[in-house]
């Protein structure tokens, strides 16, 4: 069991959908007193984010899961819920175990709950899901996000999976990327957004003119810094600069804002979820 920090609810579903795991509610008298004592051995902070919210209809809170209020096992801390200045829509459990309302942009740890399942078949990437290929040129595992959201969103949906956004470190795994691509011509991602890039492992972490990857190397030391021509542009369209990372669909690195809604290409290592307890 794991305690994270993270600051926006919606990251949390987003980023444990991809594991099969859901951000932990005290649903049970068990899974009450197991969130209790992890709390207590974890964290000086004073509450954790449950998985129970009322995004959907201000004041109908319900467990990710779909479990009522009413029916989970928990009573409200003086003065709560008190909806304050009507922006607080996910719900935080206290050390004593009683629940508040808070904004779902606070920063709180919270737990995520997983079903222990038994011989599910994992496959050659080591998740269920079956959108992560195996190539054998690379040893990696790749999946092409149609859906187009922004770079920090892409980045929080590939570590949510497992993986990361991709980084491409040789001419091969260009053309693995280009391969990639190739599987998803336009006519796959119906709307109106930028098909020709999508994002992928680089930015420039603040420092105007400087790209390294999301791991910390120089294109160069990661092994591949082709570049489109004309790229980086750093156009400044726009109010901001392009400074998050993109690659091309012939396989060539681009740079993008990182607020732009585009495909995204997340990288996963085979054994990245095996467990090691
Ligand atoms: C639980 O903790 C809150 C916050 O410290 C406190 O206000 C409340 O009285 C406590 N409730 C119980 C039942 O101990
Ligand atoms: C990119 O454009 C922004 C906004 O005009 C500017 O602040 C920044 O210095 C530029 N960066 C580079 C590397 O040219």
């Known amino acids: ?16 959908y991809g594991v099969g795991a859901v951000l932990a509610s005290p649903e049970n008298g ?17 509450g954790v984010y449950t998985g129970i919210h009322a995004t ?24 709560e819920p008190d909806n304050f200045q009507n922006g607080e829509a996910c719900i935080i459990m206290l050390l004593n175990g009683t629940v508040a309302d808070v904004q779902c942009t606070d920063v709180y740890p919270y737990l995520c709950f997983k079903k222990k399942t038994k011989n599910m078949f994992m496959g050659a990437c080591g998740t269920l899901d079956t959108e992560y290929t195996f ?3 690379t040893g990696s595992c790749y999946k092409f996000h149609r859906l187009p959201q922004t770079w920090p969103r892409a980045f929080a949906a590939c570590s949510g999976e497992g993986g990361h956004l991709a980084i491409i470190n040789s001419d091969l795994e260009a053309q693995v990327i280009k391969d990639l691509y190739a599987k998803n011509p336009d006519s796959t991602m119906p709307g109106n957004f930028v098909k020709h890039s999508s ?10 003119g400087l790209w390294l990857t999301i791991h910390g190397q120089t294109l160069k030391e990661a092994g591949y810094d082709k570049w489109s021509n ?7 369209q726009g109010s901001t600069g392009q400074y998050c990372g993109a690659v091309h669909r012939p396989g060539t690195l681009n740079d993008v804002w990182c607020n732009l809604p585009t495909p995204f290409i997340c990288e996963k290592a085979p054994d990245s979820l095996v467990d090691d307890e």
Request: proline letters at 5%; glycine letters at 6%.
């Open 1 to 16: 069991m794991t305690i994270y920090f993270f600051n926006s609810f919606c990251v949390f579903v987003l980023l444990f």
């Open 30 to 46: 068990n899974l009450l007193s197991t969130m209790k004592s992890l709390v207590a051995q974890h964290t000086k902070s004073c």
């Open 56 to 79: 959907f209809s201000k004041g109908d809170y319900y467990s990710i899961e779909g479990v009522p209020l009413s029916k989970i096992p928990v009573s409200w801390a003086p003065d």
């Open 135 to 137: 190539d054998a040129r």
């Open 199 to 208: 994002h992928i492992g680089h930015c420039d972490w603040d420092e105007r």
């Open 230 to 236: 004309g790229e980086p542009a750093n156009s400044t």
